[in-house]
């Protein structure tokens, strides 16, 4: 049974930092294109960033030169560093496969930017 756990999140103030990591289990972690994705109240799920097996990775506008996505084999985790967030990041941030599986999704983080 595959399982993606997501922690890390928190309330936050704009320009402070977060590091939201996702562990998962029942896949073959290394060789699996990972992603970040997030939802925001009244909008659709939105991919944030990415990272093939080999370690490259791709981010969205909104989040390219803040975040940064890493992941750790040998952990079975990715991990994701948020800095400089801004109002506009408050969302429930969930991590899955890229492309992603609907059997995937877990339970997802939540992450409130506000003053």
């Known amino acids: 049974q595959v399982q993606l756990v997501e922690s890390g999140g928190g309330l936050v103030q704009p320009g402070g930092s977060l590091r939201l990591s996702c562990a998962a289990s029942g896949i073959m972690f290394r060789i699996y294109g990972l992603g970040w994705y997030r939802q925001a109240p009244g909008k659709q799920r939105e991919l944030v960033a990415s990272i093939t097996s080999a370690g490259s990775t791709n981010y969205a506008d909104s989040v390219k030169g803040r975040f940064t996505l890493s992941r750790d084999n040998d952990k079975n985790t990715v991990y994701l560093q948020m800095n400089s967030l801004k109002p506009e990041d408050t969302a429930t941030y969930y991590c899955?496969?890229?492309?992603?599986?609907?059997?995937?999704w877990g339970q997802g983080t939540q992450v409130t930017v506000s003053s």
């Open positions: 899955n496969t890229y492309p992603s599986r609907s059997a995937y």
